[in-house]
Nanobody, 120 residues
Framework: QVQLVESGGGLVQPGESLRLSCAAS????????LAWYRQAPGKERELVAR???????YYLDSVKGRFTISGDNAKNTVSLQMNSLKPEDTAVYYC??????????????WGQGTQVTVSS
C-alpha cells in the first residue's frame, strides 16, 4: 500500500511564494507520473502540474511561468514551487502519484491535501 504525505501549505500574501512537498512511502515498484491537483471551494478538482516518468511536463495555463513541478523518482518525492501567488490560487492542493505494481496493474494514489490560502 502506498501512502502520500504532503507538507508546505499555508497562508501567504499575493505575490509571495510557497513550496509544497509530497513524500510517498510503502511498496513502490515504479512511478509512472507525479502530479499536483487543486480544488477551490465550489469548483471541481483540476490538474495543476504533472511530470511523467519520461520527463513530459504539463502545466495548467493559469500557472505557467509561476509554478514549477519537480520529482525525484529515486526518493519518491514530488514538489511544487509556487511563485507570484494570486488569490485565485487559493485551494486545497493534492499530491497524486501514478504507479505500477507488477502483476497487478496501474494504480493512482492521492494525498490528503494541504490548504493554500493567498490573501492580503
Amino acid at each position: 500500500q502506498v501512502q502520500l504525505v504532503e507538507s508546505g501549505g499555508g497562508l501567504v500574501q499575493p505575490g509571495e511564494s510557497l513550496r509544497l512537498s509530497c513524500a510517498a512511502s510503502g511498496r513502490i515498484f515504479s512511478i509512472n507520473f507525479l502530479a499536483w491537483y487543486r480544488q477551490a471551494p465550489g469548483k471541481e478538482r483540476e490538474l495543476v502540474a504533472r511530470i511523467t516518468s519520461g520527463g513530459i511536463l504539463y502545466y495548467l495555463d493559469s500557472v505557467k511561468g509561476r509554478f514549477t513541478i519537480s520529482g525525484d523518482n529515486a526518493k519518491n518525492t514530488v514538489s511544487l514551487q509556487m511563485n507570484s501567488l494570486k488569490p485565485e490560487d487559493t485551494a486545497v492542493y493534492y499530491c497524486n502519484v501514478g504507479h505500477t505494481v507488477p502483476g497487478l496493474g496501474n494504480y493512482v494514489t492521492w494525498g490528503q491535501g494541504t490548504q493554500v490560502t493567498v490573501s492580503s
